[in-house]
C-alpha cells in the first residue's frame, strides 16, 4: 500500500479527502494533520511517499512550507491544492517544488489521477490551473510571489493596521526615511502604485494576516 497524507485545518474536508483515496485499492491514507504544527510532529513517524498539501493553513505560508518540506523530504511528493487561481502563487508554488496542483473543487478523478501521476515522477496540473497558466494575459503581471525580508513583512503588517510612517518608524525604532525607501521596495515587487495595494496582495498571497 502507498502511503498518503493530507493536510487541511477543515475537517470535512480531510474527512472526504480520506474517502476518495482509500477507495482506491493501492493508496491508504497514514496521516490527517489540520496544520503546518501538526504536520511537521507527525510527517516523521508517518512517513508518507505522497502529502496532499492544503497550501493555505493558517499558521504558515505554503510557498515557505512546500519549500521546506522539499528540502527536508526530497523522496516525498507534493500534491498543492488550494482555492488560489493567480498565476504568481500557482507559478511560485511549482517552482519550490510541487509535483501537483490542483484547485480544491477538484473531483475525486482529479485527484486520483494527480497521486497517480507523481509516484510515476510526472506533473500534474489539473485542467483548470492549466487554463490559467496557459492565459497569456496573466503573464503580464506577477510571475512569482515576492519574496519579503523579515522588516518588509512588519511594515505591511503595520500598514494593513492603518499606521502612519511615522508611527512604523517609532515601533521599529528605525527613520521615516529607511521606512518610505521599504514602502517603495514593496510598490516595486508587488507592482503596485500604493502600499495599501501591496498589502492587498499580501494576505491574498498569504504573506501576511489579515488584522
Known amino acids: 500500500m502507498i502511503k498518503i497524507a ?3 485545518d477543515h475537517p470535512l474536508l480531510l474527512e472526504g479527502l480520506k474517502n476518495i483515496i482509500n477507495a482506491h485499492e493501492d493508496f491508504d491514507v497514514v496521516g490527517m494533520y489540520a496544520s503546518a504544527a501538526d504536520l511537521f510532529n ?6 508518507p511517499l505522497v502529502l496532499l498539501l492544503d497550501i493555505n493553513l493558517p499558521d504558515a505560508n505554503g510557498i515557505d512550507l512546500v519549500k521546506g518540506l522539499k528540502a527536508a523530504h526530497q523522496e516525498l511528493k507534493i500534491v498543492a491544492f488550494s482555492v488560489h487561481n493567480e498565476f504568481a502563487v500557482i507559478n511560485s508554488i511549482l517552482n519550490e517544488g510541487a509535483d501537483a496542483y490542483l484547485q480544491k473543487n477538484a473531483n475525486g ?6 497521486i ?33 525580508t523579515r522588516r518588509e513583512k512588519e511594515i505591511l503588517a503595520f500598514v494593513a493596521k492603518g499606521m502612519t510612517t511615522n508611527q512604523i518608524a517609532e515601533s521599529l525604532f ?13 510598490m516595486e515587487k508587488f507592482q503596485t502604485k500604493s502600499v495599501t ?13 489579515e488584522s
Open 197 to 209: 495595494a501591496a498589502v492587498k496582495s499580501a494576505i491574498e498571497y498569504g504573506l501576511i494576516r
Open 6 to 8: 493530507i493536510t487541511d
Open 116 to 148: 497517480s501521476d507523481v509516484l510515476l515522477g510526472k506533473r500534474y496540473i489539473c485542467e483548470k490551473t492549466q487554463a490559467i497558466l496557459n492565459n497569456k494575459k496573466a503573464e503580464a503581471g506577477l510571475k512569482q510571489v515576492p519574496k519579503l
Open 42 to 47: 507527525h510527517i516523521e513517524a508517518d512517513a
Open 174 to 186: 528605525i527613520s521615516s526615511h529607511t521606512v518610505e525607501s521599504h514602502r517603495k521596495n514593496l
Open 109 to 114: 478523478y482529479e485527484i486520483i489521477s494527480a
